[in-house]
């Protein structure tokens, strides 16, 4: 039956275009390994054309897709599930493309998109690797497109495909939707008129961040299989040494995406989340980390390979791992089997087989492949000196190795659990359980960083070394100490010993900073061509500076020191109340300021209420405004989803996030009037205090009163005098209008009373007096300062410059050895 | 003694400083009986909101924003009072389905530091609430 409305092309021609690119990718890896076996030139060069015209095709059917899936969403054509479970019609234009990855299908593809795109430079460029390298590149792509390919092999569900319309999904059924069936039960054919929106994109991702940060990311996750297919290659045509080279631009820009992009999603976390910070050692920040700190690894044991002839068999393994954890990763993030550890990581798709198929079907040939030819990696048969550049570089990695295997393993705990049946459980203070450990690595890395580019190859004169490199030390002293003398760092929550280390990784991250900038002019001369790995050097040291200060510094504002808190019995433990109650108008102590909730505000297009709150300096008469936003019961679920806001300085930042609000459905106003009858001079007590009629009269004195020429106005005058010595008064009111009787009671916020007059006659006037939390109008924020964050955004940027100086640099060499090769 | 057997042997004491570190760390996922024979222990307690009988969540900003109360109870009968010290129910709390409460268990209810809530997937819903108002 034809249904009315719906658009079935672009669905058709995006199903048709997956199986195009199932197909070619195939196609492509196995004509790649026809290549790379051949013996014969003219045999190869045939393979070689049908695999490049495969993957062309490939390219054409992946970008197919994604143009597919964005007109289908940015339609809003809500027939597609996919559009209609990732955005609505309130959404912003620039959020479609977040909508775009929200889901998983659209992730995998955006991971594959960049796969085309590598895949095609590599083509392109890679002239004597292009086959066996595209061979690995081929053949990952084959598996994410069965990802997003959707089909049963007998009852075994490959893929998801994006392209399936809600009515063959059983989104629509009489009971949820009855309006789109006719009588027999029947989906009506012009059902599609009566999905008037789609379900939307998740109010957290709805930040710039999220539409940036996903495609940077998986650039960076993408780019790892270069170099690891270069080392396959390397292993596979037994050409151990050769591909280090090529690869080495590919590690490097790769390592330098994937830090940038996993640093924006830190970013996104520190605008977006409320977990108070930009790191909380979750487990999905966690498994895109440890591949960056092994391609990390890599890069320099590969470094050391190239000049000095050790390291190799070090170089093959990094490589090789740091593009398995990323699958790993994926695995770990999409199955599910985080479900109780982590709080954003994907649902289970009901693909874990699949997605474990996706790794062991990498896993295993890698490593047997290394097994293999292990032995026949060459290696240096004389040991390292001591003082030699090379020895340090592999101490360095093997740290960061051990760092990176201390963080995965820790967070692959329930893989463990699920293995072995076991039921441990993380630490009782996570991020602790890192650091303390992570500290004394940062320490001894940050060291090395500093001194290592000071070292020589085979051997360093210890004469020359000292030379070079007092002055930085000594600069470095100086500032890390004025840094720890009055940079009033004394986090002692952990203790003396903790606390000593973070004062150490100070001067080890400012060392690594000076020595570096210092490196640039007097080590290669101040070229800045050649600067890129000490400019990375130089952000890497940034980085850890701005991490230590901002964690170790990091100062809760709104400690609650409010009037309004009532003493619990449990509430005497040592637990943080960093929850503050604001009372609309009440100026609150918080610090160095006096914090007002000034009023809220929504828009029509906007689907947030934003808070206004002003945060003014007790010591001047300056202060600024933060507008935290919140979406309040967003479609129906109660609560609220709240997004920080921040003033940013150059030295800290303010911030400041909404956690509750009064629950207007909840806090219904139950109590009711109690009623007095008083003449002028009487008292009337309430819980908090009493209060005294004045006198009654015709004068008014309260502005807005909507009353008119023509009616008679009486008026209460009381004074209110609370427990806490404060006084407020309050005046009711009684509009006479013809024969309606108008009150028009008045309130007393802060003392949560509503008073109403309610008549008069002889024995004097009628006082209603109600004592409700529904008058109030509060909300319930936490305040952090986090000082010195901008050095770590800074460090970031120069680190990921100093990254794709380096490699472009490598590019520039390579094809100067190339021209002079021909 | 060869320069890469010192730094072995250095890597493995590295080693096994972090995994004895590791492991004083690691905590246990705990029923509420099991929890109850260890009090004051911090635990990871997997339960479940309970609503019956008048229980409630007890939560009011303005008398304290750092107080919350609720009642949970596990597939084997346990119960318990949970207090939680910092701050406002979490999103969804009613609709979820599963927590896992970290925190230790004492006399009068359970002490807990955080709230994971597990509610019932978005993208498993299998009947959608599909939205007909007209715009």
Redesign the interface.
């Known amino acids: 039956m034809p249904y009315t409305g719906e658009q079935l092309l672009p669905g058709q021609i995006g199903t048709f275009l997956s199986i195009v690119s199932f197909v070619a990718s195939l196609l492509a890896t196995v004509a790649y390994f026809k290549a790379t076996q051949s013996q014969l030139p003219s045999q190869q060069q045939s393979w070689k054309r049908i695999a490049r015209g495969a993957f062309l095709a490939e390219i054409i059917a992946v970008i197919g897709i994604f143009v597919t899936l964005y007109f289908i969403i940015s339609n809003h054509r809500f027939e597609y599930k996919y559009a ?2 990732h955005s ?2 309130q959404l912003p234009m620039q959020y479609i493309l977040s909508c775009f990855w929200e ?1 998983q299908e659209g992730s995998f593809l955006l991971w594959s998109f960049w796969h085309c795109i590598l895949g095609g430079i590599i083509i392109l460029r890679e002239k004597k690797w292009e086959a066996p390298v595209m061979v690995t590149i081929s053949f990952m792509q084959f598996a994410l497109a069965t990802m997003v390919i959707g089909i049963y092999f007998f009852d075994f569900k490959i893929g998801s495909n994006p392209f399936v319309l ?1 009515r063959d999904q ?4 009489p ?3 009855p ?2 069936f006719d009588s027999q039960g029947h989906l009506r054919s012009d059902y599609l008129s ?6 939307g994109l998740n109010p957290l991702l709805q930040n710039y961040w999220m539409v940036i940060h996903p495609p940077v990311l998986f650039l960076g996750f993408a780019s790892t299989i270069v170099p690891f297919a270069f080392a396959i290659a390397g292993l596979w045509k037994k050409d151990f040494g050769g591909w280090v080279l090529p690869a080495r631009p590919w590690a490097i820009f790769s390592a330098g995406i994937l830090g940038l992009g996993i640093m924006m999603g830190a970013a996104w976390a520190y605008e977006s989340l409320t977990f108070g910070g930009y790191w909380a050692w979750d487990p999905v920040e966690n498994a895109s980390l440890v591949p960056w700190l092994i391609a990390i690894c890599g890069i320099h044991t590969l470094i050391a390979y190239k000049h000095t002839g050790h390291s190799l068999r070090a170089t093959f393994l990094f490589f090789i791992l740091q593009h398995l954890l990323i699958i790993y990763s994926t695995f770990l993030t999409r199955s599910g089997i985080l ?2 550890t982590s ?1 954003h990581a994907f ?3 009901g693909m874990n087989a699949q997605l474990l198929t996706f790794l062991l079907i990498f896993v295993v040939p890698s490593f047997v492949l290394l097994g293999m030819r292990y032995k026949q990696i060459p290696t240096v048969a004389k ?2 000196v ?1 003082s030699a550049r090379e ?1 340090w570089l592999f ?1 360095g990695s ?1 740290l960061f190795f ?1 760092s990176a295997l ?1 963080i995965i ?2 967070t692959s ?1 329930p893989v463990v659990n699920k293995i072995f049946g076991t ?6 203070d996570i991020e602790y ?1 890192y650091n ?2 992570l500290i004394l690595f940062s320490f001894v890395i940050a060291i090395l960083t500093a001194i290592s580019q000071y070292l020589k190859y085979k051997q360093t004169a210890g004469a020359a070394f000292i030379k070079s490199i007092w002055l930085p030390t000594l600069i470095a002293l100086v500032a890390s100490l004025s840094i720890s003398i009055w940079g009033d760092i004394n986090y002692n929550k952990y203790g003396v010993g903790y606390l000593a280390a973070i004062h150490l990784s100070i001067f080890a991250s400012v060392y690594a900073v000076v020595a570096n900038a210092f490196y640039i002019f007097t080590g290669i001369k101040g070229k800045m061509i050649k600067a890129g790995a000490s400019i990375a050097h130089v952000g890497f040291g940034l980085t850890l500076l701005g991490i230590l200060i901002s964690a170790s510094k990091k100062e809760v504002l709104s400690w ?1 020191t409010s009037g ?5 019995g ?2 005497s ?1 040592e ?7 604001l009372v609309k108008g009440v100026a609150t102590d918080m610090g160095k300021y006096m914090v007002t909730y000034q009023g809220d505000s929504t828009h029509p297009s906007d689907p947030k209420q934003y808070f206004k709150i002003h945060f003014k300096y007790k010591n001047k008469d300056e202060g600024f405004t933060l507008y935290p936003d919140a979406f309040v019961n967003f479609k129906g ?5 709240a997004n920080p806001d921040s003033k940013h300085y150059l030295h800290k930042d303010v911030f400041t996030y909404i ?4 629950n207007k459905e909840k806090n219904r106003d139950t109590s009711s009037f109690k009623d007095h009858k008083l003449q002028p001079g009487d008292t009337v007590f309430y819980s908090q205090g009493f209060m005294v009629l004045d006198k009654v009269g015709r004068n008014i004195t309260r502005k807005n009163i909507p009353y008119e020429a023509t009616d008679s106005v009486f008026a209460a005058s009381l004074t209110i005098y609370a427990k806490d010595s404060s006084k407020y008064t309050a005046e009711p009111m009684l509009i006479l209008r013809g024969n309606n009787i108008m009150p028009v009671a008045d309130t007393v916020i802060s003392q949560s009373l509503i008073l109403a007059f309610k008549g008069a006659d002889a024995d004097g006037i009628n006082l209603g007096v109600k004592e409700s ?1 529904s008058v ?1 109008e ?1 909300v ?1 924020l ?1 305040a952090y300062q986090f000082p010195a964050i901008n050095v770590l955004w800074l460090g970031i940027l120069v680190m990921t410059f100093g990254f794709l100086l380096a490699s472009w640099n490598h590019i520039q060499k390579n094809r100067k050895a190339e021209l002079k090769k021909v | 003694m060869k320069t890469s057997h010192i730094l072995i042997l250095v890597v493995i004491a590295v080693g096994i400083g972090i995994l004895i570190s590791m492991m004083g760390d690691l905590s246990t996922y705990d029923t509420i009986e099991s929890a109850k024979a260890k009090p004051g222990k911090f635990l990871h307690l997997i339960a479940k909101l309970d609503t019956t009988n008048g229980k409630h969540i007890e939560y009011d900003a303005l008398k304290n924003p750092n107080y919350l109360s609720f009642h949970v109870k596990d597939s084997l009968g346990g119960a318990t009072k949970v207090v939680y010290m910092k701050g406002k129910p979490p999103t969804d709390m009613e609709r979820s389905e599963r927590m896992v409460l970290k925190g230790k268990m004492t006399d009068s209810a359970f002490l807990c530091d955080d709230i994971l809530i597990k509610c019932p997937s978005k993208y498993k819903e299998e009947k959608a609430k599909i939205s007909t108002a007209a715009k």
Do not use: H
């Open positions: 209609w479970q609505n019609y889901g809600m059983g989104m629509l059924s009971e949820q939707f309006i789109g009566f999905i008037r929106d789609g379900n479900g109780d709080v649902t289970d798709l040991e390292e001591i020895f101490v093997l051990i201390f393993g820790k705990l039921k441990y459980a993380p630490a009782e359980s303390k450990v609650n309004i808190m009532v003493n619990f449990e509430q433990q637990n943080p109340a960093e929850n503050l109650t679920n109660e609560g609220i989803m956690t509750s609000l009064p939390n109030l509060y319930t936490k």
